[in-house]
């Protein structure tokens, strides 16, 4: 079965068209720079046993081998952050990979850190979990696990972080963290490398009012009917059509919206939503965005040189005609035009009647929609 789409086609072109990516963390980590950030995944250390054109394989201590397809998107990195490429993984080393399950079979390595040539995996292990505490006296940080548990994370000047910190000074209460540890004598674990971001909550909704005095504006959400409280400061970064807006001043009451922000520690309580700290925003005035007469969801049945057919969840089907001023969006900028459509791509359409059965594609979404 499909599964419904909640953004409206107005907040999918907002989204598609002001911010020019898909929705997702990576996207809108906390570095708002253009280097892309592997989204959300399972973890897995081992050593390479071999490596082909668009995959390779490790060996996991006390498990089964695993396989890791590879794409253009896939980064390699080593424990210093440095920037690495496919190149420069061979059989023999230490890998901490970040995978996800691919739209096929298998699983698709988002982030591999190549670890030093002296790892050793019987002294090392990885805890993650939530920063509960920070003590840059004693230099130390605690995470509570998934099981509640409190680890004390002991750092020194050889650890290494990533992610949305450089330092231990860095690491906030709330944040999201991984640390490679080593295990000492003493049975203290210290770190070798640390990655933290923030966790992030996004909002979509109605702009009702700008408090330049107080740095924040007021967004009415789409989802809830609430009144969030959104807060900018030199962290958040804009997004608009030909970059209309740049500063909390370019924002008006009436301005579609949507934002990514620091999500605070612990559950939000859905009848009051605290003030939240935006790390995005992107915006624009409804006059601005392309207007559709409808909006369907379906799949991929065939695609021709102008043309593709989708089938909706009901079984009907519908052709589309495709011109230059069709836009398409998908996840990591996969789907770019009509040749990159594929059978079986689950899709959203912002639909254009030209009458007499004839429909043209004025948006198209392309991937797995939620």
Sequence with gaps: MFKKI????????????????????????????????????????????????????????????????????????GLDDSELEFEDLSTGQWVRVTAVRNEGD???????????????????????GRVSDVDTRVETFTLQTRNSDDVIVTVNEETRYSGGVKNL??????????????????????????????????????????????????????????????????????RSREGSIETLADLEPDMLAFVSAKKPGGKIDAEQIPPLEALMVAAAAQDQLPKYDWRITGEVVTVDNSTFTIETPKGKQFVFSVTEDTHFRSRNNQVQNLNDLEAGMKVLVGVDDLGSGQYRAGLVIAGHLK
């Design 6 to 77: 909640y953004i409206p086609v107005v907040f999918a072109a907002l989204v598609a068209l002001i911010t020019g990516v898909w929705v997702n963390e990576k996207a809108f980590a906390l570095d708002l720079s253009s280097r892309r950030r592997p989204q959300r995944g399972a973890h897995a250390i081992g050593q390479v046993t071999s490596i082909s054109q668009d995959q390779f394989t490790l060996q996991r201590p006390n498990e089964d081998d695993g396989s890791f397809l590879v794409d253009e998107h896939t980064i390699f990195r």
């Design 106 to 128: 298998g699983m698709l390595a988002r982030l591999v850190v190549i670890l030093p040539e002296d790892f050793d995996p019987s002294e090392h292990e990885g805890v993650s």
């Design 169 to 238: 000074e860095d690491l906030q209460n709330g944040m999201l963290a991984w640390a490679g540890v080593k295990k000492l004598d003493d049975g203290n674990l210290l770190a070798l490398a640390v990655r933290a971001r923030y966790p992030i909550v996004k909002l979509t909704g109605r702009i009702s009012e700008v408090d330049i005095s107080a740095g924040s504006f007021t967004l009415h959400t789409r989802r809830g009917d609430k009144d969030v409280t959104i807060i900018v400061n030199n962290e958040t970064g804009f």
